[in-house]
């Protein structure tokens, strides 16, 4: 497609339910990065992957939250037994390269979670 | 702690003239560096960036300056229009061990441009 697309828009679930997010990334792109943006806040990092391989998920707040991306194209974020503090906008990023280059990320239009 | 700091959360100026957002970073191992605009309801669209062996960088009415002593890097917008009225975010980047390129994101600095 022509740029990241992630569903659904919006979700609304009840504390204690899982959810699923999903990315579609920038065909052919190498990289996928998923983020947080808490409301006013710029977004902060959760996890990354170069291709299928997750290369750093020290941003994911807790073993509540897993993510896969299993053919290096599109990627899911999975919270479980949500919670009320896991309300935020979810974004998802994608970069053509991979490790060491710099390379501008590409954004999602993002997933608004809110957890009653 | 905050590694990068947009200190203004608003910035209100008149169409025509020169918008200038300002972002503060701490970590030294930063070497690259990008401002993201964002409207409602939509992800963050890339602007311009820069990297730590230049001090400029220009493309077309956006300009970002790099002040690698203080830490301290700028954007400038001129001349502005109305539809520069946005959230501006500042991102940084250091190059890890696999070059993972996570972006640390300031607060962020609500644009108006006034008629």
């Known amino acids: 497609g022509a740029g990241v697309s992630q569903s659904p828009r919006y979700k609304v679930a009840k504390r204690g339910q899982d959810v699923a997010l999903r990315c579609d990334p920038i065909?052919?792109?190498?990289?996928l990065f998923w983020y947080q943006q808490a409301l006013g806040q710029g977004p902060e990092f959760l996890t990354y992957f170069q291709n299928e391989a997750q290369l750093d998920k020290s941003g994911l707040p807790s073993d509540r939250f897993f993510a896969e991306r299993p053919e290096g194209s599109v990627s899911t974020l999975k919270i479980q037994r949500t919670q009320q503090e896991d309300s935020a906008v979810y974004l998802c990023?994608?970069?053509?390269?991979?490790?060491?280059?710099?390379?501008?990320?590409?954004f999602g239009p993002g997933t608004r979670l809110l957890v009653l | 702690d905050q590694q990068v700091k947009q200190n203004s959360p608003s910035l209100s100026v008149q169409e025509g003239r020169i918008s200038i957002l300002n972002c503060d970073y701490t970590n030294s191992m930063f070497d690259y560096f990008l401002w993201y605009k964002k409207y409602p309801a939509e992800g963050p669209t890339f602007l311009i960036s820069?990297?730590?062996?230049?001090d400029k960088n220009e493309d077309g009415r956006f300009t970002v300056f790099l002040n690698k002593s203080a830490k301290h890097l700028s954007l400038h917008i001129v001349p502005s229009q109305p539809g520069d009225s946005a959230v501006y975010f500042c991102a940084a980047s250091a190059g890890g061990i696999q070059g993972a390129q996570k972006l640390v994101f300031g607060q962020g600095t609500r644009l108006t441009i006034n008629p």
């Open positions: 990023a994608s970069s053509l390269v991979g490790a060491g280059l710099k390379e501008t990320q590409y």
């Open positions: 065909s052919g792109h190498v990289s």
């Open positions: 820069i990297s730590s062996i230049k």
